[in-house]
C-alpha cells in the first residue's frame, strides 16, 4: 500500500476516497456521487475506477456492489469530510436507547430486539427525504448547528479533562435524541454526525470533487537537435559549477552548525568563491554527498577519497555521478525554507521524504506525456500536470507555483531542456549506469585542455576545463566566471600566489605556454616577470628571540659555538642573531657558556633584573587544637553522649529495615521529584533551569497556558504560548499560538520558561 499509493493519479484517490466514504455501494452510486454518470466523467470514472480493481485496491462483490481493501480505508480519517457510517456510531448503543430514539421519531421496529431497532434506525436515516423533513422540523438553533456540521471536517477531540462534564453546544441535545448526532461513549469530544445525515443535509445536488481530466499543458514543437544542444549547455554550466563547488570545499571544509548542516552564511561563501547562486550550491552539495564525495569530519564537511578520483574524470562522468545520486536522494535538495519562511541548512540529514521521490519521479512522467517533439511553453505548467498525476507528492512551502524548485533542479542538471526531456533525463527512469553514463558523453564533450589568453590578462577556456587545466588556471589567476565557459584573470597578486607555492618564472611560464592555444601575449610575459623580479626582495623569518652587539667577531663566536647548538642560532647580519629558543632560556645558556648578556625591553633599554619578593597579602592565623585532645571519632560531641557507649547492633538493624524506594534526589537542591511530570522533563531539558521545571511541569499537569523561548532546528529563536499541553518525552504537544496551529515541541530545544 506504501508503495502503491503514491503512484495513483488524482481521479483514481478521488474515486477511492467517496467510496471510502460510502463502505459499500455500487458503481452507479458510487458514480452519481461523483457526479460522473455520463460523457467524459463517466468515461474518466470508468478508467480511475479499473485502476483500482488492477491493482487490488477494489473489487466487487457477489452482489455487484464494491469493496475495498481496509488499508487504503484507513488512509482517510474522514473521507470526503464525513464520518463513521450510522451502523458504525449505533452500534456502542444498547436496546433501550435505541428504543428511546425511534419514539422520537415515531418509527416502529419488526420487533422488539437491538437488530431490530438498529436496522429500522438505519433505514430511516439513509433516506434522505426523510432526513430532510425531519430537520424541517428543528429549532432555529438545532437546525443551524446540523446544516454547520454538515460541511465541515468531523472535529477532533480537544484537550480533555477527565471528570468534566461535556457541555451541550446550542440545539445539540434535540438532534441527539432523534440520532442525528451520535455520542460515542467510547471516545470523549462532541457529538458526531453520521455519514447518511451529512449527505442528506448537503443536499441532492451536492458531489464529491472528481477531476478526471488532467490540466492543460501548452506546447511547442523542438527539434531534437535543440533539446539536446539546450541540454549540453546547462549541463555543462551544472558540471563546471559542481567542479567550483567542491573544489572550494575540498581547499576550505565548510564548518557545520552546532543544530546539523551547512548554515546559510558558509552557503554564501561558496556560492562567492565558487560565481554560482545558492540553488546550484546545494544541488551539487547534497548531490555529491549522496554519491560519496563528500562526508562529515567532526564539525566539518569535507572531501572524500572518492572525490579525488571523480575530479579527474571526464566532465561526463562526473554528471553521470552526479545524476544517479540526485534521482535517488530521498529529498529536494534545493529546499532553503520552511513554512514559517525562515532559511533552512544544507546537508542536515533530514529523515528520508518518499513524497520528494515520488515527486522526481513524477516530474518526468508528466513531461513524457506531452506529444512527441514537442515541449512545454512555461515548465511551471508542468508543476500543475505533476500536482495531479502525483497529488501525494510532498511540495516545498517555497515554491510560488507548483513544485517549481524541483522543475528548476531538473533543467540545471540538462535532464529536462526547452520543456521536454532531454537523452539523459529519459535514461533517469531505466536505473541504468551505462546507458546514462553513455547518454552523458554523447551529449557533453570531452574536458577541454587548452585555454586562449589575451593580452588584456584573461584566459578563456569553452566548455568544462580538465583537471590539470582547472588546478593550473586556479593557481595562477583568479576565476572570474563560470558555467559553459570560464574566464580567469591574471594580476601581481595571482602571479605572486603561485611564486609562493614554489613555482619559478621560467617553470609557471612553461606551464601556460603548454595548455595556450597559440603563443603567450607579451603582457602576461611582462607581468609574470616583472612579479618575479620583485618576489622574495624582503624576507620574513620566524625567531623566539633576537640576539645582536657591536661586534662581528662575537656574534660569529656564538653562532659556531658548539654548546650553544640546541638554541638554534641562525646570522642574519654581522651584528644579528635569532634564536629559535625563548630569551629567559638563551639568557640562562649563554650565561652558562661564560657570556655576560643582557635582556632588552620592547623600546631597546636595558632591563634591569630584580631578584622579587614575595609576601603574603596577610597573617595566616595558627589552627587551633581542641581542648580535649583525647577525644576520639567515635566519641564526637555532637552525635554521641560521652557518658554512654555507641549501641552499633541497633545502628545496624535501622540501616537495615530502612525503606530501599525512596525517589531519586533532585540534582538541584537534593530534594524528591515533585511528580513524574517533573522527573521526566528534568530528564529532557538540559537547557531548563530549576525553576524553569517545575514550572513547566505544574503547566503540564494543571492544563495551563505558558509561555516558553524555543530555538527551532534552524538555529533561530521564537518565543511562542502554548495550551493544551501534552507530555510525550522527549516531546510536547501543544497547541500553538504563534502559528494557530497544534505542534510537536523538543524538550531539549526548550530554552525557558515563563507564564502566560
Not at 477532533?156 to 453546544?169: L, T, V
Request: hydrophobic share 45%; net charge neutral.
Amino acid at each position: 500500500m506504501a508503495l502503491v499509493l503514491p503512484r495513483l493519479a488524482l481521479p483514481c484517490l478521488q474515486v477511492a476516497e467517496a467510496l471510502a466514504a460510502l463502505t459499500v455501494t455500487s458503481p452507479d452510486e458510487l458514480a452519481a456521487l461523483l457526479g460522473a454518470t455520463h460523457g467524459e466523467l463517466a468515461r474518466g470514472f470508468a478508467a480511475a475506477l479499473q485502476t483500482l480493481i488492477d491493482r487490488g485496491l477494489v473489487w466487487p462483490d457477489g452482489t455487484g456492489r464494491l469493496r475495498m481493501t481496509a488499508p487504503l480505508r484507513n488512509a482517510w480519517g474522514s473521507p470526503l469530510g464525513l464520518d463513521a457510517p450510522l451502523g458504525q456510531l449505533l452500534a456502542g448503543l444498547n436496546s433501550d436507547e435505541l428504543a428511546r430514539t425511534l419514539a422520537k421519531l415515531d418509527v416502529k421496529p419488526a420487533a422488539n430486539r437491538k437488530e431490530q431497532r438498529l436496522a429500522a434506525l438505519v433505514e430511516h436515516h439513509s433516506d434522505p427525504d426523510r432526513v430532510t423533513a425531519l430537520v424541517a422540523t428543528a429549532p432555529a438553533s438545532t437546525r443551524k448547528l446540523l446544516d454547520r456540521l454538515a460541511r465541515e471536517a468531523p472535529e477532533r477531540p480537544g484537550f480533555i479533562m477527565f471528570g468534566a462534564p461535556q457541555a451541550d453546544r446550542p440545539g445539540e441535545p434535540w438532534a441527539v435524541e432523534r440520532g442525528l448526532l451520535i455520542r460515542d461513549r467510547h471516545r470523549y469530544g462532541p457529538a458526531r454526525m453520521p455519514a447518511e445525515v451529512a449527505l442528506a443535509l448537503r443536499g441532492c445536488d451536492w458531489r464529491a470533487p472528481f477531476t478526471p481530466v488532467p490540466p492543460g499543458v501548452r506546447s511547442a514543437p523542438w527539434a531534437d537537435s535543440a533539446v539536446e544542444r539546450e541540454a549540453a549547455a546547462a549541463s555543462m554550466a551544472f558540471v563546471a559549477h559542481a567542479v567550483s563547488v567542491l573544489g572550494v570545499c575540498a581547499a576550505v571544509p565548510p564548518a557545520l552548525l552546532k543544530s546539523g548542516g551547512i548554515g546559510v552564511r558558509e552557503l554564501s561563501r561558496i556560492g562567492k568563491a565558487a560565481q554560482c547562486d545558492e540553488l546550484s550550491v546545494r544541488l551539487a552539495l547534497e548531490a555529491a554527498s549522496a554519491a560519496g564525495l563528500l562526508a562529515r569530519d567532526g564539525d566539518r564537511v569535507a572531501a572524500t577519497a572518492s572525490y579525488d578520483t571523480w575530479a579527474e574524470q571526464e566532465p561526463a562522468d562526473q554528471l553521470a555521478v552526479l545524476l544517479r545520486a540526485w534521482w535517488a536522494l530521498p529529498l529536494t535538495p534545493g529546499g532553503s525554507r520552511d513554512e514559517d519562511g525562515k532559511s533552512l541548512p544544507a546537508l542536515t540529514g533530514a529523515p528520508p521524504c518518499r513524497g520528494c521521490l515520488q515527486a522526481r519521479h513524477g516530474l518526468f512522467t508528466a513531461a513524457s506525456q506531452l506529444p512527441a517533439g514537442e515541449g512545454a511553453v512555461n515548465s511551471a505548467e508542468l508543476g500543475a500536470l505533476l500536482r495531479w498525476l502525483r497529488p501525494l507528492a510532498d511540495e516545498l512551502p517555497q515554491d510560488a507555483t507548483p513544485f517549481a524548485t524541483l522543475v528548476r533542479e531538473a533543467e540545471l542538471l540538462g535532464a529536462l531542456a526547452l520543456g521536454a526531456v532531454s537523452p539523459i533525463g529519459a535514461a533517469l527512469p531505466a536505473d541504468d549506469a551505462e546507458a546514462l553514463t553513455d547518454a552523458c558523453r554523447r551529449l557533453l564533450p570531452a574536458a577541454s585542455g587548452a585555454a586562449r589568453f589575451g593580452s588584456d590578462l584573461t584566459a578563456v577556456v569553452a566548455g568544462t576545463p580538465s583537471a590539470h587545466l582547472h588546478a593550473l588556471l586556479e593557481s595562477v589567476a583568479d576565476r572570474e566566471t563560470s558555467g559553459a565557459a570560464s574566464a580567469w584573470r591574471f594580476s601581481p597578486g595571482s602571479v605572486r600566489r603561485a611564486l609562493d607555492a614554489g613555482l619559478t618564472p621560467d617553470a609557471l611560464t612553461a606551464d601556460l605556454a603548454a595548455v595556450a592555444v597559440g603563443p603567450l601575449p607579451q603582457p602576461l610575459l611582462y607581468l609574470i616577470h616583472d612579479t618575479a623580479r620583485s618576489h622574495g626582495r624582503v624576507r620574513v623569518v620566524s625567531a623566539a628571540c633576537v640576539i645582536h652587539g657591536e661586534e662581528p667577531a662575537l656574534l660569529a663566536e656564538l653562532a659556531a659555538h658548539r654548546k650553544l647548538a640546541q638554541l638554534g642560532l641562525r646570522q642574519l647580519a654581522p651584528t644579528v642573531l635569532i634564536s629559535r629558543t625563548p630569551a629567559d632560556k638563551t639568557l640562562a645558556a649563554l650565561r652558562a657558556a661564560g657570556y655576560a648578556p643582557v635582556a632588552e625591553k620592547p623600546d631597546g633599554s636595558v632591563r634591569i633584573e630584580r631578584t622579587q619578593r614575595h609576601r603574603a597579602a596577610s597573617p595566616v592565623p595558627s589552627p587551633r587544637l581542641p581542648r580535649d585532645t583525647s577525644r576520639t571519632p567515635q566519641t564526637d560531641a555532637r552525635t554521641a553522649d560521652p557518658g554512654k557507649a555507641v549501641d552499633l547492633p541497633a545502628i545496624a538493624a535501622r540501616l537495615r529495615n530502612a525503606p530501599q524506594d525512596l525517589a531519586e534526589p533532585d540534582p538541584y537542591d537534593g530534594r524528591p521529584y515533585a511528580g513524574d511530570t517533573e522527573e521526566t522533563i528534568a530528564g529532557y531539558g538540559r537547557n531548563l533551569s530549576f525553576t524553569d521545571v517545575r514550572q513547566l511541569a505544574h503547566a503540564v499537569d494543571q492544563g495551563q497556558s505558558i509561555t516558553i523561548e524555543y530555538v527551532a532546528t534552524s538555529g533561530s529563536t521564537t518565543v511562542r504560548t502554548l495550551s493544551r499541553l501534552e507530555l510525550d518525552a522527549p516531546y510536547l504537544h501543544a497547541w500553538c499560538h504563534l502559528r494557530n496551529d497544534e505542534r510537536m515541541f523538543t524538550i531539549s530545544r526548550i530554552h525557558g520558561v515563563m507564564p502566560a
